[in-house]
């Protein structure tokens, strides 16, 4: 167990929804990262907030967004589903900015299913 | 600009053979390395990592990987493999010097035969 938390483990939906994914970082870490991993695209880096800020941006479309609330929590926004939106969702936490020897913690994703 | 390469998307290994994973790496500084394994409907974990200290890092589960500057590598062994070790292997890496982005590798899927 990392200590990463994420809700929902499974998702289901239909094309052109919006759906919300939650993440608590493990206690005391202040980088929350968002990833994607499809079987096409691998593991996608899509964005990262440090203590309520963003912080870096990958390869996020502009249908998704993402917030860190003051309790360190994230959510990732994920609207106008397509068909290829369906992948595996991770969040990782580490202590700081992202230095780069730090690990990443990750949670157990989210499986979101676009039908 | 920085990058891994992993050889080989799937590998499979008898039951106490030596498990070999390759990952080379690109980096324009010196780089630090990571190995992370997933487990079946899990999240990733962090095997080991390489941050400059010894060149040969020993991680979790018995794994080890060697950092080789020359050979631009950082390939992860196990000297004896086990049917828990079936999962998938990422190697990544991100560049030394404040923050840096980490970059996954396509990830290797180890299996293990009784």
């Known amino acids: 167990d990392s200590g990463v938390t994420q809700t929902p483990k499974h998702l289901i939906t239909a094309t052109g929804q919006r759906v919300t994914l939650r993440c608590s970082p493990r206690s005391g870490d202040l980088s929350v990262y968002w990833y994607q991993q499809s079987l096409d695209q691998g593991l996608q880096f899509l964005i990262q907030y440090y203590n309520g800020e963003e912080r870096a941006k990958g390869n996020i479309l502009e249908r998704f967004s993402a917030q860190q609330f003051p309790d360190l929590h994230s959510e990732l926004n994920l609207s106008s589903l397509e068909l290829g939106d369906s992948a595996l969702y991770f969040c990782?936490?580490?202590?700081?900015?992202?230095?780069?020897?730090?690990?990443?913690?990750f949670g157990p994703g989210t499986r979101l299913t676009v039908l | 600009a920085q990058s891994v390469t992993q050889l080989g998307s799937h590998v499979s290994v008898s039951e106490g053979a030596l498990v070999l994973l390759r990952c080379n790496y690109s980096?324009?500084?010196?780089?630090?390395l990571f190995w992370y394994v997933q487990y079946p409907n899990q999240g990733l974990q962090l095997l080991l990592k390489?941050?400059?200290?010894?060149?040969l890092v020993k991680g979790i589960n018995g794994f080890e990987a060697e950092f080789k500057k020359s050979e631009t590598s950082f390939h992860l062994t196990k000297p004896s493999a086990h049917m828990s070790d079936a999962a998938e292997y990422f190697c990544a890496v991100s560049s030394s010097g404040g923050y840096q982005k980490v970059t996954f590798g396509t990830g290797t899927k180890l299996q293990v035969i009784p």
């Open positions: 990782a936490s580490s202590v700081a900015t992202g230095l780069a020897g730090e690990g990443r913690f």
């Open positions: 980096s324009s500084v010196p780089p630090y």
């Open positions: 390489y941050t400059s200290a010894a060149t």
